[in-house]
């Protein structure tokens, strides 16, 4: 996996000169089996965010383009993630956004057959909710304040945020200012009734839980995605089962994770989906 390296984008945004080539050094492949790496859980802004070819080729930009990309929300995030990893020790941080050449095909689909694994094996997930105000993690549904999402954080309603939530060991929780507002492991029994997913799911991941794939499908199914295909695609994780990413499928996808389910564990619950 492709990692950024966290102190030469912090070094960057300081405007401190980097003595090797800034291609090679801000972002760079490592084994995530090996390497210590703090991992980034959000919601993508639609238009914001930044690209891997615009990360790369940051300083070679146009002032006025290189400008533009700093004031966007998508780039803060980056620095405050980074800011986050640096204090909390970690030298690697993975941000899907700009962590993926989604210019390639190959890469991309290697990357989300592997997504699952990748924020299992962080040792650090940054939940980032940017649609809440308060320093404190919301425990009771508002629909005033998250009238679009159920009551609660938009991040709670997306397809991909789900193997998100129960892949790594440890997930941080932050509100829209990085302020760290709780944890998995403490917000479990809010997280139970948020997400319908088992407490001991929660605390202690999949490995050696008999759940039937109508249960594990039954926490996705008020999720959402952009992508009509990706709502096959964020789940390969959690059954763990891979296949090529075909975008422009449409529904065939979920047929496919169907095929794919059934004839790795014969449990014919999917069907009710």
């Not at 390296?5 to 090679?24: F, H, P």
């Not at 997400?195 to 839980?209: F, M, N, W, Y």
């Not at 499908?217 to 994780?237: H, I, P, Q, V």
């Not at 763990?240 to 449990?267: C, T, W």
Request: hydrophobic letters at 35%; a negative charge.
């Amino acid at each position: 996996m492709k990692l950024l390296n966290v102190e030469v984008v912090l070094n960057r945004e300081k405007g401190i000169q980097q003595a090797e080539s800034e291609q090679d050094r801000i972002l760079k492949e490592l084994d995530d089996g090996t390497t210590s790496y703090a991992i980034l859980s959000h919601r993508w802004g639609l238009g914001v965010e930044v690209t891997y070819e615009e990360m790369i080729g940051f300083m070679t930009l146009e002032d006025r383009k290189r400008d533009e990309v700093k004031k966007r929300y998508g780039y803060q995030k980056i620095i405050k993630c980074c800011e986050q990893a640096m204090k909390d020790g970690y030298e690697w941080m993975w941000i899907d956004t700009c962590c993926i050449d989604k210019r390639s095909s190959a890469e991309l689909s290697e990357a989300i057959n592997a997504m699952y694994r990748w924020y299992q094996n962080a040792q650090m997930c940054y939940a980032y909710l940017n649609d809440v105000d308060e320093s404190v993690f919301p425990t009771e549904p508002d629909d005033s304040k998250f009238d679009q999402s159920n009551g609660w954080p938009e991040w709670f309603m997306r397809g991909w945020t789900l193997q998100e939530l129960i892949a790594p060991e440890q997930v941080e929780f932050f509100n829209k200012d990085w302020v760290r507002i709780g944890n998995k492991q403490r917000l479990a029994p809010t997280l139970q009734g948020i997400t319908g997913i088992p407490r001991s799911v929660l605390t202690r991941g999949l490995t050696g839980k008999r759940l039937s794939v109508a249960q594990i499908m039954s926490w996705a199914a008020y999720r959402e995605t952009t992508r009509e295909e990706d709502r096959a695609y964020s789940l390969m994780g959690l059954f763990g089962v891979h296949m090529p990413m075909l975008y422009g499928e449409g529904k065939n996808a979920f047929r496919r994770l169907q095929l794919k389910i059934i004839k790795g564990s014969g449990d014919h619950s999917i069907f009710a989906w």
